[in-house]
Every structure is written in C-alpha cells, then in structure tokens.
C-alpha cells in the first residue's frame, strides 16, 4: 500500500492531542494502540461503527477514513468536554461522518444501531450484552476485558456475533483504563473497580484481592495483607531475568487460585502475587520479590508460582482459549477467562 493510501497517514494525531487551542488531552489512547485495535477491527467501507470512549477523537477520526463518505461512526464518552472538543475538531477538518455524544458506553448507544463493527477504548467490568445487542450478525468488536476480578488483569479481544453469540477470534495482552460513569479530572492512580483497601497518602497505595468473597466487611484481610507489604521483612530479586509482565499476568489469572492479589506500593511499582489474612508475597515490575518475612507461606506459594511458569516456557498468549460464560448479575453480559490446553488436557 502506498502511504499516500494508508488511512493511518493522513490524519494528524497532534491535531487532536495537542491542538493549539484544546492543549494536551490527557485521556487519550496511544496512537500505536490504536492502530493495532482499529487494523483488527478490520472496518470495511460504508461500515457503521460504535466507538466507546472518544478521547482525543483522533481515533474516530481515523474510523471515518476508514468507513469512508458513506459510512457512520458515532462515538460516545462520559466526559462531556471530550465529546464537545472532539465534534469542534472533526468539524473544523471538515469530518462529517463522525458524531460524539456525551453518554454512558456501557449501554452503547441504542439510538442508532445496529451497528457493523464496535470498539472500545476503556475497560467495562465485563463484555456487555447491550454492546452484543447491537451489533449486526457478523459484526466485529474490538475491546479491552478482564479475565480476573483484578485490576489491569486483562486482554483485548477480538470478538465476532456469530448465530447471535459472542465468539472470541482472537486475543493478545495488553490493557485499557477501566471504564468509570463519570467522568474524572485527571489520570487515575487508584483503579475505580475491584481495589479492596488503599491507602490515599503520602502516595496511593492499594491492593485487590482474589479471596475477597472471604473477607469481612471491615476488609481486615485486605488491609493486613497490604500492611504486611507496605512493612515488609524479606525482599529479594528475582533470579531468572526480566519478568515478561503481560504473559505473567495471564498465568497467575489461569493458575493462581483465589489467593491471587495485585498491589501498588506508593504509587510506585505493581506487583502480583499471593496473599492471605496472615501473610503476602508479590513480584514486582522491576523484578523485585516483596514478602513479610523469609519464611512466609505466601512467598513459598509465590515461588512456586514463579517455577510452575518458567517451566511451561512462560507461555504466550496462544497457549491459551478464551472462553466466553454469560452472567447476569449486576451489569447483564459475558465474562471472560482463559484456560491453558497442553496435549489436549486443560490445565487448571
């Protein structure tokens, strides 16, 4: 393909994240990103397409190359001053076939749909079936989701409506902000979804828990467990090289059991590993082990974690299948989880 022809080229991402007049939008997808999701969202011309979260509106300005004159994006985002900003800009280059309206995606936007293809930029609690609803037979979504009750654990997906379900094609790590019903004033450091206890100063420091069903009602657990860390007796390196944080995320999301945990110590680095009410243990990002003590149960079970992936090869994400399992409570929609297939036995 010749650049002059790659929709990708001829939209300015500055125009849109740093216009002279708007400034820096600072809730914003990174161009890259958006590449990768949009080239697997596969849109074809004259396409109607549903984006969730318009951000910048950069990436629905490159949805409307791709749809072409004859196609449709609507973009909806809680924040009303980037649904407003982005129709202002897309108006003065002259885009017509882009509309942002301030609204909840959660719901999508069921005024006009159905819709060919739907992608996301922020991560919902689940894939919800209003998204599914209105999306045509055969239609695409692209999105960001969780496969565990944690923060940042996710993947994004590549969905198809295939006899009216929900079937994923394909998937690769990577992750998106949660999605929140209001909008917030600046980047968040504290994940509005599944955080059991945090500590707000000097510097954030929160954890979430597998085992929450299991705490009490005073989080007692959870607050333990991240004092033990905030205090911890034992800190070591982790011997085997650089950890490969996404394929690791998945594995422990797989295999870990309810005694999963993520932590982020004074807004610093995140972790995940294992904990209780009594003892903790995470492997940082920087490589480094966190535990309460030497002898700690949670570090033993952590190192055993750490054994089990680097012996399976710390496996990509094609040692994994995605399975998609409806739930109605709360938010009606799918969650997903990953399970790892070795010489056609499923390991657990």
């Known amino acids: 393909m010749d650049s002059s022809d790659d929709p990708f080229s001829t939209v300015s991402a500055t125009f849109y994240t740093h216009n002279e007049q708007r400034g820096e939008t600072v809730h914003r997808s990174e161009p890259a990103s958006i590449h990768r999701e949009l080239r697997s969202l596969d849109v074809p011309t004259g396409?109607?397409?549903?984006?969730?979260?318009?951000?910048?509106?950069?990436?629905?300005?490159?949805?409307?190359e791709l749809v072409g004159p004859h196609g449709r994006v609507v973009s909806v985002d809680v924040d009303m001053h980037l649904a407003g900003w982005a129709n202002l800009l897309h108006h003065e280059r002259g885009v017509t076939t882009v509309r942002c309206h301030h609204a909840d995606g959660?719901?999508?936007?069921?005024?006009?749909?159905?819709?060919d293809r739907i992608v996301?930029?922020?991560t919902p609690p689940r894939l919800p079936a209003a998204w599914i609803d209105q999306l045509t037979p055969g239609g695409r979504l692209v999105a960001c989701l969780p496969i565990a009750a944690l923060p940042s654990t996710t993947v994004i997906a590549n969905i198809v409506l295939d006899n009216r379900r929900p079937r994923v094609e394909a998937f690769t790590f990577g992750g998106y902000a949660q999605s929140t019903v209001a909008a917030v004033a600046d980047v968040l450091t504290v994940p509005p979804r599944w955080v059991d206890w945090c500590i707000p100063q000097p510097a954030p420091s929160w954890i979430a828990i597998a085992w929450r069903a299991e705490d009490d009602w005073l989080h007692t657990g959870a607050r333990t467990a991240l004092d033990l860390l905030m205090n911890a007796g034992h800190t070591e390196a982790y011997e085997q090289g650089p950890v490969d944080w996404r394929p690791w995320n998945a594995h422990t999301a797989v295999h870990a059991g309810p005694q999963l945990s993520m932590v982020s110590l004074r807004a610093e680095v995140r972790g995940i590993g294992h904990t209780t009410p009594h003892s903790a243990a995470v492997l940082q990002t920087d490589g480094v082990i966190v535990a309460d003590s030497p002898r700690s149960p949670s570090l033993q079970a952590l190192r055993g974690w750490l054994q089990q992936w680097e012996?399976?090869?710390?496996p990509a994400a094609d040692a994994f299948t995605p399975v998609l399992t409806f739930a109605a409570d709360g938010m009606p929609g799918w969650d997903l989880r990953l399970v790892q297939v070795k010489h056609g036995v499923q390991l657990r």
């Open 106 to 115: 959660m719901a999508g936007y069921p005024g006009e749909a159905p819709y």
């Open 311 to 314: 012996h399976a090869g710390r």
């Open 47 to 64: 396409a109607r397409v549903l984006e969730i979260g318009t951000g910048s509106g950069y990436s629905g300005a490159l949805l409307a």
């Open 120 to 122: 996301a930029w922020c």
